[in-house]
């Protein structure tokens, strides 16, 4: 490397603005379909990236429209006035939210990265980002169906992930506040938005009281002109199209960051051979690492991992299952990639080294305690 | 004129995005294709996704965007096409064998019976059916033709020591509730492959018989399977042919565990099913 090259790399753009992610993962993708074009392995692969895409598309879009709906219709003071006063109380609220509002972790993503502008604590949302995908109804059914409607290894699941939640909320509160979000939770005050329907940069009120969707005015009109005064249907119907115009912000970022991790964990489903996990199946430590390093390479939907988890029954040790469906829905590839939309990246280390040692933590003391679940099919 | 177009398509991105997936989505829903990549349930979910994306394409259309943006959001916005073009590339594919060799850990096994039922003498009939598969000699390979209608002799030419009906059921099902079939004659569709373990285990004329299981995407695909050891004189089956196995279904205790078997099973080729997937 030349010494003016060092430079170039170090910066996270290239020239014209271009991310090196986007020029990185367009080559890659390229360079696949070229180079294996036809191949079994690459047609596989084909599959297994589409079928991610088109499961996680329809909950994207949920996630992206609940954001699109916050950033428009809730207020900081609304936000706040719904939060309880003590923090810890919120933190444990929060960790907890997936029983009334069960999401996936796709799902969940752009709804806490609109929440946290809206003044959401950086714990809360924490807790929620976390305790969402795990501890809610749904995934707790389809784990107890793959357990064979053993319902004590979906309350140990839905209870541990809600205590691994809470612990890193309440860790990601103290030791980084809200520095771990991208835009240290300012944004409103800053006057900085991250989408860009409106033609130049203005402050303004996310909640869109005073802009050109509410007083009839376009996004673009004469600063300073007196627009006429609207009907309450029209100015609704200006905020929904406000609401819309986030939901597609959000839909194109999330999703910019959803399909390379999903490339990614393609890759790891299609070319990973989980025969491999035979040779460390002997030893408990062992196969807990591997099974938590499976959960992060396959990307699995938080309601569909359990079946996996479940058909590695008699091979592996329970502890090591358990690890695999707590870790997966709060730490794999793509969530890593996604969580650059909402977090800056000594945040994100900090999420994924406190979630595999808790979850490590955990599983540990589960294959010490003997724990007599899961043993067989 | 270029640096124009640019300009426009970076203003338009979203819509090109949302139109390209917006008719992927149509096409799949349309034509069912979904169903190679997600559970059959995903259909409606599709179908929901679809009007949601053309409802952000006419907010798109008629909603107001800066003229003058940095192309490199173009660029943002292209990788979201990404998937496109990998979809193309899907279409016809499907898991087999490939995936098959990297999901499946070892034989199929299961747990022993609760009263250990595969230690139960065998009825008269099945006794017959074992001693007439014992005395078969290895299979005559010969290429293996999707059979025409009237080409397959009846099936009780095919086995004459079967006794009772067939019982037609499902490798999920085989996976699920092993111990109240055995002894049964049971039928099942999947694909066939052949497999070292399975002929290591139960000579040249074992292969397995599988099918994936899909509770959300093809991702988490799990294959359930049965081993077949086959009759004599029947066709080499290249491996992911679609089949209909047929033949005693048993638990065989091996060195690798509880084995679920099809013994004296007879093969034949099938059209892919609607849903490859169970």
């Known amino acids: ?377 | 004129m270029i640096r124009d177009l640019l300009l426009v398509l970076t203003r338009r991105r979203h819509g090109l995005v949302f139109v390209a997936w917006a008719g992927i989505l149509l096409w799949l829903v349309r034509t069912e294709g979904y169903r190679s990549f997600v559970a059959p349930a995903f259909g409606t979910l599709l179908a929901v996704t679809y009007v949601g994306l053309l409802v952000l394409l006419f907010a798109e259309t008629y909603g107001s965007r800066p003229r003058e943006q940095p192309i490199a959001r173009l660029v943002s916005a292209l990788t979201l096409l990404v998937p496109v073009l990998f979809l193309a590339h899907a279409q016809g594919a499907r898991l087999n064998g490939y995936a098959l060799t990297r999901r499946m850990v070892g034989l199929p096994t299961t747990t022993p019976p609760p009263t250990s039922a595969s230690a139960r003498p065998p009825s008269p009939a099945a006794a017959r059916e074992q001693e007439r598969i014992a005395s078969m000699p290895d299979e005559v390979p010969a290429s293996f033709m999707p059979p025409a209608p009237e080409a397959p002799p009846p099936l009780d030419a095919r086995s004459d020591a079967a006794s009772g009906p067939i019982e037609e059921v499902t490798l999920r099902e085989i996976f699920n509730r092993p111990h109240s079939l055995v002894g049964k004659r049971v039928a099942v569709v999947g694909m066939a492959r052949s497999h070292e373990d399975a002929r290591r285990e139960f000579g040249e004329r074992a292969l397995i018989v599988f099918r994936f299981v899909v509770s959300c995407c093809a991702a988490d695909a799990r294959p359930v399977s049965v081993v077949a050891i086959r009759a004599q004189r029947q066709a080499v089956v290249p491996d992911d042919a679609w089949v209909r196995a047929e033949g005693v279904f048993r638990l065989r205790d091996t060195s690798q565990g509880i084995i679920p078997v099809l013994e004296g099973a007879w093969l034949g080729a099938m059209p892919e099913p609607r849903s490859p997937y169970l």
């Open chain 1, 1 to 377: 490397l030349t010494a003016e090259a060092l430079p170039l790399l170090r910066r996270r753009r290239l020239p014209g603005g271009l991310s090196w992610l986007d020029v990185a993962f367009l080559a890659a993708a390229g360079a696949l379909l070229s180079l294996g074009y036809g191949s079994p392995g690459v047609r596989t692969f084909a599959l297994l990236y589409t079928s991610l895409v088109l499961e996680a598309l329809p909950f994207l879009l949920l996630g992206a429209l609940v954001g699109g709906v916050v950033e428009v219709f809730v207020s900081r003071e609304r936000m706040a006035a719904l939060l309880p006063r003590r923090r810890w109380l919120a933190v444990a609220i929060a960790a907890g939210l997936g029983v009334v509002f069960p999401v996936c972790e796709c799902a969940v993503v752009p709804v806490v990265r609109r929440m946290t502008r809206k003044g959401l604590p950086v714990a809360a949302a924490v807790a929620y980002l976390l305790g969402g995908p795990i501890a809610n109804p749904i995934v707790a059914a389809s784990t107890a169906v793959a357990y064979r409607f053993d319902w004590r290894i979906a309350a140990l699941r839905a209870g541990l992930g809600y205590v691994i939640a809470l612990t890193i909320g309440l860790l990601v509160g103290r030791l980084l506040g809200d520095e771990a979000l991208l835009d240290g939770g300012s944004s409103e005050e800053s006057g900085e938005c991250s989408c860009d329907h409106h033609p130049h940069p203005h402050h303004h009120n996310h909640e869109h009281e005073r802009t050109g969707a509410d007083t009839g005015s376009t996004p673009g009109s004469v600063e300073g002109a007196v627009p006429p005064p609207r009907s309450a249907w029209s100015r609704f119907g200006g905020r929904v199209a406000e609401a819309l115009h986030h939901t597609s912000d959000e839909l194109a970022d999330v999703g910019r960051y959803f399909v390379m991790g999903a490339f990614i964990a393609a890759l790891a489903q299609t070319f990973l051979d989980r025969g491999l996990l035979l040779a460390v199946a002997g030893r408990p430590s062992l196969a807990i690492l591997a099974m938590m390093a499976l959960a992060v390479a396959l990307n699995l939907c938080s309601e569909a991992d359990a079946f996996v988890a479940a058909s590695f029954q008699g091979m592996v040790p329970f502890s090591a299952q358990l690890a695999f469906l707590l870790l997966g829905p709060i730490l794999d590839l793509k969530l890593l990639l996604m969580y650059q939309t909402v977090f800056r990246r000594r945040a994100i280390a900090f999420l994924a080294a406190a979630s595999v040692g808790l979850v490590l933590l955990v599983a540990a003391a589960v294959q010490l305690a003997g724990v007599p679940l899961g043993a067989a099919r």
